[in-house]
């Protein structure tokens, strides 16, 4: 549907041993890859398979349409991102020749969708790795996309018949899967790693592949974590809501019994506080993470959240005409809270290590637990108090 | 990058530098340039950009490099304290829903 207007038939430059798997090609497509074809899998799933002496490949308009956009606009807002992906093989953009660089891709779509659009005028091949849909950082870092897949793909699509080089381009984010000297070994291509960012291929491919040192780095601007929130808010939400909700309805509770008139003031305005806290933890911080003083993301959303506590607090209640408890609570809760958000933000991260973030962890997890524990102790208190 | 550093002297990262061959592929792969090639021979310049990531250790054709590699990930060190082992970042749904395999 997405990608299939025709098939292009391409010669075999070498027809020697095609044999073995060809005949279970995909005649009985019900059985095959039945669990797999959702609606964004390409058609013709068993395509890369070699029939007879032609093999066919799929070609791609290096065009996204309004689907793939969409697409994408979904995928960030996290709706279905588990099965956004497309059959792994050989696929063609432009016009692609046996001298044509040979570009490898994740199956995740939107992977797929950022490389070909910067392939305009270009004619290359992609050979998609099955990654079970996920996207080549992600990926690297589980060994789906990795030294076998390569292998195996070079293999089932017989890349050597079809290119006369002996040369793939892997992203350079796939390489904490890939062993280069392996794949070398095991079935005589040579990795050249690519650039970060897909946007610099065709420079890197114009220049004879060779990366300049900045297109190796990876970035982590205030855009690249700008587009990465709305999923991360989407996670914490839910838990967001449901706290609210037992904070609203416990808002009620004083001495002479339960008031539905406090459920309303104390109740919404906790709500606002907790959003507050939320807000500050999985946006402001993120979004000004590095003018933010520590290094420790669960101290710079703490930071955050005092920051955004002092803001707000004087607002809604008023320093004034509060009691030092109920202040003290929500110091405690906004900062707990906010904390605790911006440190899951790690994982969005690009520069965060598993031994720092364990580190961090081991020290602001049981505070941030504290915090919580305590702030919300003595809001209940203050409950009773006045 | 712009005060962006994490947590300092955390990264499990080893170079053994008599095996290295300065071949280069650390460098090239590193996504924090945290290698230099200096009289063929790779240094490690700033150890604290260091994400352990991995590519380095897995692409020196001389085993001249170790790291603990594994993603950087609080919500993956939570999941896997709470169900044990296995942990998965946000960013990966447990992929362990085993479509796909086999097919074809
Ligand atoms: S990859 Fe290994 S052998 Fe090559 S320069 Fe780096 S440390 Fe040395
Ligand atoms: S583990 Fe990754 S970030 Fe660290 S030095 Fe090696 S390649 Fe660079």
Known sequence: MLYVKNLLKVKILDTKDEKKETEKSCSDSSLCCGPQSREELAPPCCAPLPVDNEIEITPVSPVLNFNDHLGVVKARLNIGRMNYKLAPGLYAVGTPGSDSPVLVSANYKMSFDYLRRELKNINAWLLVLDTKGINVWCDAGKGTFGTDEIIRQIKNTNLDKIVNHRKLIVPQLGAPGVAAHLVKKAAGFKVIYGPVRAADLPAFLQSGMKAAEEMRKVRFNIYDRLILLPVELLIALKYVIFTSAVFFLLAGLNKTGYSFGFTLTSGSKSVIFLLTAFFSGTVIAPLLLPFIPGRAFALKGFFAGLAAFFLIFQYFSGFSSSGIINIISWVLIISSVSSFFTMNFTGASTYTSLSGVKKEMRIAVPLQIIGFAVGSILWMIARFLY | ?104
């Open chain 2, 1 to 104: 990058m712009l005060g962006l550093k994490y947590l300092k002297n955390v990264s499990t990262l080893k170079l053994e530098e008599n095996r290295c061959n300065g071949c280069g592929m650390c460098a090239v792969v590193c996504p924090h340039n945290v290698f230099a090639i200096e009289d063929k021979k790779a240094v490690i310049k700033d150890i604290d950009l260091c994400m352990e990531c991995g590519a380095c250790e897995l692409n020196c054709p001389t085993e001249a490099i170790a790291v603990k590699s594994g993603v950087g990930c609080a919500a993956a060190v939570i999941s896997s304290a709470v169900k044990g082992a296995g942990g998965s970042c946000d960013c990966g749904y447990d992929s362990d829903d085993s479509k796909a395999s086999g097919c074809c």
